[in-house]
């Protein structure tokens, strides 16, 4: 087949280290057409299941706190570490303009001019805020390209923020120096899945930022990490001057270092599992959209929906019930 050739080729480009094999791969797996979806599936199938050696961060905080320049900061570090280092940002796109939020655009002019490193937007389509169902397959194919450091950068929106935390093995989460004693409004939930915290900009107001590491530490210490005793290090930096960073990837070192064997390894378990339960319901999705049958039938009853005339679940559930499924047994 056509297919399975050309994706043998093209990851034997990403093999080799062609950037163009790896921004066209991740096209791929980001499209929705549906020959793109199955090329990008022959080339998933040329991919390594599991890489258990890299480092996966996830890098999560509100709008301006700072990520971005942040892991262009971190990404320089680790890549003097010697470290390749792949970043994918979640574009923060606005369902409702369409647009991103604050205009913000992925810019990392040093990190992404460099050899050893690669950093690329990544759509967040209908997920709002958290990370599109495909940036698990970019995962792959970035550490299939031989990045060893992925770094995820997503903004801190919603419940789905927490979603970053199910993909990636370290989970850092950013904050802005507070001068208050509050915390800053930042949930319990997301203080209790993070593995560091980093208040940023701690050039501005240093004291400010001093405050706000002892008020985050105080706060820490009334709650426990939803699957580590390692205790959560709170730390602060400031980007622009690089102040603070060398004592973050000391502490993203000794994580990786400490945690190498179980804990890791019990964190890509529950990875891949939670990987295969978004995969059913988003492959269902685009399944069932791609059906012209069910298309019209589910426009005509959302707009009842919309109308109010019938409840949506009882529409989901009257939708579902006239598609008939049928499950064949797999060949042996
Ligand atoms: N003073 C100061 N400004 C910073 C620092 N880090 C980021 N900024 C500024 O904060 C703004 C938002 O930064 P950005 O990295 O785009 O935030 P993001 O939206 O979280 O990715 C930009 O104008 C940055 O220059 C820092 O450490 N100190
Ligand atoms: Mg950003």
Redesign the pocket.
């Known amino acids: 087949m056509l297919g399975h050739d050309a994706a043998q080729s093209t990851v034997a480009d990403l093999h080799a280290g062609s950037r163009r094999a790896l921004s066209k791969c991740l096209s791929l797996i980001e499209s929705t057409r549906p020959d793109d979806r199955s090329l990008a599936y022959d080339i998933l199938e040329h991919c390594s299941a599991s890489r258990d050696g890299s480092w996966r961060i996830g890098c999560t905080?509100?709008?301006?706190?700072?990520?971005?320049?942040?892991i262009e900061q971190l990404g320089m570090q680790l890549l003097s570490a010697g470290r390749r280092v792949a970043v994918l940002a979640v574009d923060p796109s606005s369902r409702r303009t369409g647009g991103s939020i604050?205009g913000?655009k992925v810019?990392m002019p040093l990190l992404s001019t460099q050899e050893n490193a690669f950093v690329r937007p990544t759509p967040s389509k209908a997920t709002l805020g958290g990370a599109a169902p495909s940036t698990r397959d970019a995962i792959t194919i970035c550490e299939e390209a031989g990045f060893d450091t992925i770094i995820i950068?997503t903004?801190g929106v919603g419940q789905s923020e927490t979603d970053v935390a199910d993909m990636t093995d370290m989970f850092v989460l950013?904050a802005l120096p507070n001068s208050g004693d509050d915390v800053q409004g930042i949930k319990r939930g997301i203080m209790e899945v993070a593995d560091a915290i980093v208040v940023?900009?701690?050039?501005?107001d240093p004291a400010a930022a001093n405050r706000s590491v002892a008020t985050l530490t105080g706060a820490l210490r009334y709650m426990s990490h939803a699957d580590s005793d390692r205790g959560t290090p709170v730390l602060s930096?400031?980007?622009?001057?690089g102040e603070g960073i060398d004592e973050v990837l000391r502490q993203i070192e000794s994580f990786f270092d400490d945690t190498r064997n179980e804990h890791i390894l019990r964190r890509r378990r529950h990875q891949r599992g939670e990987w295969f339960d978004r995969a059913i319901a988003s492959e269902l999705i685009v399944r069932l959209s791609g059906h012209g049958a069910f298309h019209a039938a589910s426009e005509a009853m959302r707009r009842q929906c919309i109308e109010g005339t019938v409840a949506p679940s009882l529409a989901v559930h009257r939708l579902l019930g006239r598609v008939q499924l049928t499950v064949r047994e797999e060949p042996t």
């Open positions: 905080g509100p709008p301006g706190v700072g990520k971005s320049t942040f604050l913000d810019r950068e903004v950013l940023t900009k701690a050039d501005v930096c400031s980007s622009l001057s």
